[in-house]
């Protein structure tokens, strides 16, 4: 089946301190989001890209971004406006996918190493009874609750069972649609889109990711993502 990539690139990436917001950040000469769209331009199963930009963006740099993704590889890049948080971001970003539109990843474009493979396996991995699919990866460190004041370990969490999860996150347009029409205050906030879909008791599913498929985060991230760039092509 064929699929609409949702890029959500409206954060301002206060962690990372970049001074620009993150999707803008520079790594090995090009911006995250160009990246990203290139690994969906590249995909199989995507026919669409529609990104998702700072709600401020004026027309120059709705312009300046349209060329960058054609740049990508994305010939007729759909754009729009994002929210004050990432969930109303894919909420805006999904009201701007026709309605014509079947399946929908949704990537960070805070994740530019995703590949083109990795995107081809999440889409096709979305079949019944499953409503959502994901990359993941099980946990290889211990994993501790802290006390964020003063550090103090409070427990360790089993870290049988447990996994990490990507982008992209794959669903059917409607069951995308419908569970952010659920979310009726703040409390909902979720900071994926599996979250919602199992609130709502959907199926969720996670298969293999691949390590490279970092989020750029903090500072540092930038510089292992190039490293991972340079030294995996
Ligand atoms: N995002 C978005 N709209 C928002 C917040 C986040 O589109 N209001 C996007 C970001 O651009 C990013 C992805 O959601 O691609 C994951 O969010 P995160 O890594 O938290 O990015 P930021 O919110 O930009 O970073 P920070 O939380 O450090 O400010
Ligand atoms: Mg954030």
């Given at each position: 089946?064929?699929?609409?990539?949702?890029?959500?690139?409206?954060?301002?990436?206060?962690?990372?301190?970049?001074?620009?917001?993150?999707?803008?950040?520079?790594?090995?000469?090009?911006?995250?989001?160009?990246?990203?769209?290139?690994?969906?331009?590249?995909?199989?199963?995507?026919?669409?890209?529609?990104?998702?930009?700072?709600?401020?963006?004026?027309?120059?740099?709705?312009?300046?971004?349209?060329?960058?993704?054609?740049?990508?590889?994305?010939?007729?890049?759909?754009?729009?406006?994002?929210?004050?948080t990432r969930q109303e971001s894919v909420s805006?970003?999904l009201?701007?996918?026709?309605?014509?539109?079947?399946?929908v990843?949704v990537?960070?474009?805070?994740?530019?190493?995703?590949?083109?493979?990795?995107?081809?396996?999440?889409?096709?991995?979305?079949?019944?009874?499953?409503d959502a699919?994901a990359?993941?990866?099980?946990?290889?460190?211990?994993?501790?609750?802290?006390?964020?004041?003063?550090?103090?370990?409070?427990?360790?969490?089993?870290?049988?069972?447990?996994?990490?999860v990507?982008?992209?996150q794959v669903f059917r347009r409607v069951t995308l649609a419908r569970v952010h029409a659920r979310i009726a205050t703040s409390a909902d906030a979720a900071t994926d889109d599996l979250s919602l879909v199992e609130r709502a008791g959907g199926r969720v599913?996670?298969?293999?990711?691949?390590?490279?498929?970092?989020?750029?985060?903090?500072?540092?991230?930038?510089?292992?993502?190039?490293?991972?760039?340079?030294?995996?092509?």
């Amino acid at each position: 089946m064929r699929a609409t990539a949702l890029i959500v690139a409206a954060g301002t990436g206060e962690r990372l301190g970049a001074g620009v917001a993150k999707a803008f950040a520079v790594l090995a000469g090009e911006p995250l989001l160009f990246h990203a769209a290139r690994a969906f331009a590249g995909s199989e199963s995507v026919t669409d890209v529609a990104v998702v930009l700072p709600g401020h963006a004026g027309g120059t740099l709705r312009d300046d971004v349209a060329r960058l993704l054609r740049r990508a590889g994305v010939a007729e890049p759909i754009l729009c406006p994002g929210g004050a948080t990432r969930q109303e971001s894919v909420s805006r970003g999904l009201e701007h996918c026709g309605a014509g539109v079947e399946l929908v990843a949704v990537h960070d474009a805070a994740r530019p190493l995703v590949s083109p493979r990795l995107i081809d396996r999440t889409v096709a991995a979305l079949v019944p009874p499953w409503d959502a699919v994901a990359p993941g990866l099980p946990v290889a460190e211990t994993v501790k609750v802290v006390d964020p004041t003063r550090q103090a370990v409070l427990r360790t969490i089993d870290r049988q069972g447990l996994w990490t999860v990507q982008t992209p996150q794959v669903f059917r347009r409607v069951t995308l649609a419908r569970v952010h029409a659920r979310i009726a205050t703040s409390a909902d906030a979720a900071t994926d889109d599996l979250s919602l879909v199992e609130r709502a008791g959907g199926r969720v599913r996670l298969i293999e990711g691949e390590r490279r498929n970092l989020k750029v985060t903090f500072p540092g991230d930038l510089e292992l993502a190039e490293a991972l760039l340079r030294g995996g092509g």
